[in-house]
């Protein structure tokens, strides 16, 4: 599932250090403007303990945890929507991502330089969203005239993609993002079509000094408070630190983890929120090859999931054998929880639930 999240930012908030620290792909990372040019794409794996549960119920010779997609893309400024620094290269590229993670500098530090001179999260939010608040504007501007014409020659759904555009269009002059306006169901289908960058969903990650962990700053917390405010969620990391733990392991990462009181890497709670951000959830598959988590979209049916692993799956599905983990943990073996009766059997229109772990019958 080819699905995506843009780590978005002012120069110099540590966008590519967390890159770095999540995929240890080895991005260049230096204190000047405009150090990523073109995009870096990692495939990170997604944390789940569940996993390694399964596994000591199910042996199996190897596990495969699902996986999300993270893009760092250069560095915005003001002005971007106008072709400002990298404007439209930057803006090209954020919009081929699915959502944003939006890294603020939330740490004072005189010897990486701030692009606008110094340490104001909200400001640097406030000029990163506004940017893409024009940047869709003029994109809706651009494209005016066709949606007129489409309009009065009656094409397919032009009548109300044209009345769509005409609510989205104000909302944006009053420098409102497009996920802050409430649309029906159909206005979300046809939405989709314009490509906005203010429809995608947002995660704030505050990037602090390593003696603000685990709980933040005073800049954390506005931006908590801001993102709050919007209905977003907020995660707390020290890029730095992250790097560091990102390059140690066994006992060393563990020292570590316990010096700056976190109980995991940050990016683990990172990438598990990207993860959610993408409308995502995982089910599993466990025999003596492996125990594997399968990403799906949340709300997808049995075939739709069983899709995920082959097209033969969705197109001959017959059903799904479904247990829990709860199951698992309870009854121990596959066996006896089919003994139990608790192996449930589920047709087409069952939706597949986070954690599900499940064996598919089907036609080839």
Sequence with gaps: MALSVGIVGLPNVGKSTIFNALTQAGAQSANYPFCTVDPNVGVVPVPDPRLQEIATFIESQKILPATVDIVDIAGLVKGASKGEGLGNKFLGNIRETDAILMVVRCFDNDDIIHVDGSVDPIRDIEVIELELILADLGSMEKRWRKLE????????????????????????????????????????????????????????????????????????????????????????????????????????????????????????????????????????????????????????????????????????????????????????????????????????????????????????
């Excluded at 492996?290 to 059903?319: L, M, N, S, Y």
């Excluded at 929880?337 to 064996?359: F, M, N, P, Q, S």
């Design 149 to 364: 014409s489409n309009a009065r020659a009656g094409k397919d759904d032009s009548k109300a993609v044209l009345a769509l555009a005409q609510k989205i269009k104000p909302h944006l002059e009053e420098g409102l993002s497009v996920r802050s306006l409430e649309l029906g169901v159909e206005e979300k289908r046809l939405l989709k079509q314009f490509q906005l960058l203010t429809e995608k969903p947002v995660l704030y990650c505050c990037n602090v000094s390593d003696s603000e962990l685990p709980d933040g700053n005073e800049y954390s917390k506005l931006v908590a408070a801001h993102a709050a405010a919007s209905g977003h969620e907020t995660v707390i990391v020290s890029g730095a630190i992250e790097e560091e733990l990102a390059g140690v392991e066994g006992e060393d990462k563990a020292e570590l983890l316990e010096a700056y009181g976190l109980e995991e890497p940050a990016l683990n709670s990172l990438t598990r929120a990207c993860y959610k951000l993408l409308g995502l959830c995982s089910y599993f598959t466990a025999g003596p090859k492996e125990i594997r988590a399968w990403t799906i979209r949340q709300g997808d049916t049995a075939p739709k999931a069983a899709g995920v692993i082959h097209g033969d799956f969705e197109r001959g599905f017959i059903r799904a054998q479904i247990y829990t983990m709860d199951d698992l943990r309870e009854y121990k073996t596959e066996a006896a929880i089919k003994a139990a009766g608790k192996l449930r059997a589920e047709g087409k229109a069952y939706v597949v639930k986070d954690g599900d772990i499940v064996h598919f019958l089907f036609n080839v």
